[in-house]
């Protein structure tokens, strides 16, 4: 090849390397667009692709012969297949039951409030940025569930802050089929490094977890492998699941927003939260934001409570919000201003077109602080609480 030829190949390869970059990224701007601009659509688009990849899980098991590489291997040709198409598609909402028909505050039956909720913890994410610009911001996502809500506030605030320091908390109950396996190898983080690439590690790590299940099942089975293979499907289908979709979480952020310095921790309960930012030193929440939680699920509300509390003995300046409905079908956006009450904001006071406005937003904002601000002396009331 002469040297002419040479530079010609070469700037060839380099052009269609730099064009493949640029559609890719065009892509990807158009997914999150959709994503901002169109939510339901993006949920309809994302739930079809979920609902062909869960049928194909049983057959991922099938053809890998139960070798653990092999099915690490070959979920990931799949996820990369579906992700290709839509590259969210296993973030969501109210995804129980036809929860999202019923629910007051689905986003398909009032979008406006949802919008109006993701709007009001924007605000307050980016005033905390905006306020600690060397320091790395907390935030909570609290009943986290499919981290859809949770994703696109977090894309709001990265558009105004692109090169923001967030270590991002999602905590849920659901989550637990992927933070107790991860508890064996000491960590509660997702990074952008698959944990379960196919290597050896993952083989001791799955057949260690069989093994720890299969430890606390009498064996009644007659086939033993088959058994075995049952018992590493009903632990390994969860956990991919879940680390799949954390992955999208994470990576649909750092890909966009790769200024950012941006981590991603995953626990399954407002203690085990508590925990785990002790033991691996993480620093307290500056925003917890929560959705779906309706004012009857009592239990919830009352983690959600002493999540708060508990926080506001490390920082004062926490901002916190729920969204919530109650039997009445009033909305409102709830919040902690002292270590016994959650004060509210009524969201039916405001109309739908105040809703989808920015200044909304910050008003909603501003009266949820002054709430906090004037109610009892927290630090106080909390020293209170823990003598009585």
């Known amino acids: 090849m002469t040297a002419k030829k040479y530079?010609?190949?070469?700037?060839?390869?380099?052009?269609?390397?730099?064009?493949?970059?640029?559609?890719?990224?065009?892509?990807g701007d158009k997914h999150l667009t959709l994503v901002l601009k169109n939510p339901n659509k993006a949920l309809s688009n994302g739930r079809i692709l979920a609902t062909y990849f869960a049928n194909k899980i049983p057959e991922i098991f099938q053809t890998s012969n139960g070798i653990p590489k092999n099915i690490s291997a070959n979920w990931r040709i799949t996820v990369k297949a579906c992700e290709a198409k839509y590259p969210f598609f296993l973030l969501d909402e109210c995804p129980y039951g036809g929860a999202e028909d019923s629910c007051l505050l689905s986003r398909k039956n009032i979008p406006a409030f949802r919008g109006f909720f993701e709007n009001v913890i924007c605000t307050a994410l980016s005033q905390k940025i905006t306020d600690n610009s060397n320091k790395i911001i907390n935030y909570v996502g609290f009943g986290s569930g499919k981290c859809f809500s949770d994703f696109r506030t977090i894309v709001k605030a990265l558009h105004q802050h692109p090169q923001a320091k967030l270590n991002i908390h999602l905590i849920d109950q659901v989550f637990t089929p992927y933070t107790g396996p991860k508890d064996r190898v000491n960590t509660?983080?997702?990074?952008?490094?698959?944990?379960?690439?196919?290597?050896?590690?993952?083989?001791?790590?799955?057949?260690?977890?069989?093994?720890?299940?299969?430890?606390?099942?009498?064996?009644?089975?007659?086939d033993y492998n088959s058994f075995v293979f049952q018992t590493a499907y009903s632990f390994l289908a969860p956990f991919l699941l879940h680390e799949s979709r954390f992955k999208q979480f994470l990576q649909g952020l750092s890909n966009n927003f790769p200024q950012a310095q941006l981590r991603l921790f995953i626990h399954s309960g407002y203690d085990t939260y508590l925990k785990n930012i002790a033991t691996y030193n993480l620093g307290h929440a500056d925003?917890?934001?929560?959705?779906?939680?309706?004012?009857?699920?009592?239990?919830?509300?009352?983690?959600?409570?002493?999540?708060?509390?508990?926080?506001?003995?490390?920082?004062?300046?926490?901002?916190?919000?729920?969204?919530?409905?109650?039997?009445?079908?009033?909305?409102f956006l709830r919040f902690i201003g002292s270590a016994s009450d959650l004060l509210a904001l009524q969201a039916n006071s405001f109309s739908s077109e105040e809703l989808c406005s920015d200044l909304t937003a910050i008003k909603a904002y501003q009266k949820i602080c002054e709430g906090i601000s004037n109610?009892?002396?927290?630090?106080d009331e909390l020293t209170q609480t823990q003598t009585s």
């Open 375 to 379: 109610s009892e002396d927290i630090i």
């Open 188 to 222: 509660c983080e997702t990074t952008n490094n698959d944990f379960s690439n196919p290597n050896n590690d993952f083989d001791t790590f799955v057949t260690q977890c069989t093994a720890l299940l299969l430890s606390k099942q009498p064996n009644t089975s007659k």
């Open 7 to 27: 530079f010609l190949y070469a700037f060839y390869s380099i052009a269609l390397i730099a064009f493949n970059s640029f559609m890719s990224g065009m892509e």
């Open 287 to 331: 925003v917890i934001a929560a959705s779906d939680i309706l004012d009857g699920e009592t239990e919830v509300h009352n983690h959600y409570k002493k999540l708060c509390v508990e926080t506001f003995k490390y920082n004062k300046s926490l901002y916190n919000s729920l969204l919530t409905a109650d039997k009445d079908k009033n909305i």
